[in-house]
């Protein structure tokens, strides 16, 4: 029975504090309390938790950016668009803003190791910012959720240079092929790490240099779009 206040006080601190947050960083008042609840909790704490809020949320963030996309870059054809929603929408750019909101303070969860996995914290964050929208989508309305999308992305919303510019790692392999070359050869070296936190020695080849380059990084994918862009670096200052 104590155990059982413990958790019922528990819980109600943790929705009084993220009330105030989502209130305060994403100016949003939810009516259904129970929304909160499971867009906060971690599969590791209740099988009620933020999974099929973070599948909705997930779909109104893709149509919400898209829609904008649509409306302000009428001149844009489709893969332009479709490469800059996919740049907007991305785990890295979702994590950034939902860490910068400190949503992730809200998270209820048992035995991750946040701290420490740096991997880790950034999917989790990613997660619970998306099913916070899909929390927001279904206690009021798509408009709603719109303004709250809009004002979380603003920042890079309102910073878009180029639109659909194209990834580093896709740059360089055009280049080398509109010059009849090889594409590209990246390894990949594990150098340290836990498995749920490696780190990866990323070199590239390319046959315009005789000398490769390399770049450590968390993930295989982030490696070779960095050590590509040290290549399109070196190419564009020639």
């Known amino acids: 029975m104590v155990d059982l206040l413990n958790d019922m006080s528990e819980i109600k601190l943790k929705l009084k504090t993220a009330q105030d947050l989502i209130s305060q960083k994403l100016n949003y008042t939810f009516v259904n309390l129970d929304l909160i609840l499971e867009a906060i909790t971690h599969k590791s704490i209740s099988k009620t938790n933020y999974e099929r809020l973070e599948f909705l949320g997930d779909a109104v963030l893709q149509l919400i950016i898209s829609k904008y996309l649509f409306s302000t870059y009428s001149d844009y054809k489709e ?4 490469r800059e929603k996919q740049s907007l929408v991305s785990k890295k750019i979702i994590s950034k803003i939902s860490l910068n909101l400190g949503l992730l303070d809200l998270l209820r969860s048992n035995n991750l190791d946040i701290d420490s996995n740096l991997s880790l914290r950034d999917s989790l964050a990613a ?3 998306e099913s916070l929208l899909g929390a927001i989508f279904l206690d009021s309305s798509y408009s709603q959720c719109e303004t709250v999308i ?3 992305f603003d920042d890079y919303l309102e910073n878009i240079k180029t639109i659909g510019e194209k990834d580093p790692k896709t740059q360089l392999q055009e280049y080398l092929q509109s010059l009849g070359l090889p594409l590209p050869r990246y390894v990949t ?7 749920h936190d490696p780190e990866f020695k990323i070199t590239c080849t390319i046959k315009i240099y005789k000398s490769s380059e390399y770049v450590i990084s968390k993930t295989v994918q982030a490696g070779q779009q960095a050590v590509s862009k040290i290549f399109l670096n070196k190419i564009n200052n020639e």
């Open 79 to 82: 893969g332009y668009l479709s």
């Open 127 to 129: 997660d619970i910012f």
């Open 150 to 152: 809009i004002n979380a």
């Open 189 to 195: 070296t594990k150098i340290s790490g836990p498995a």
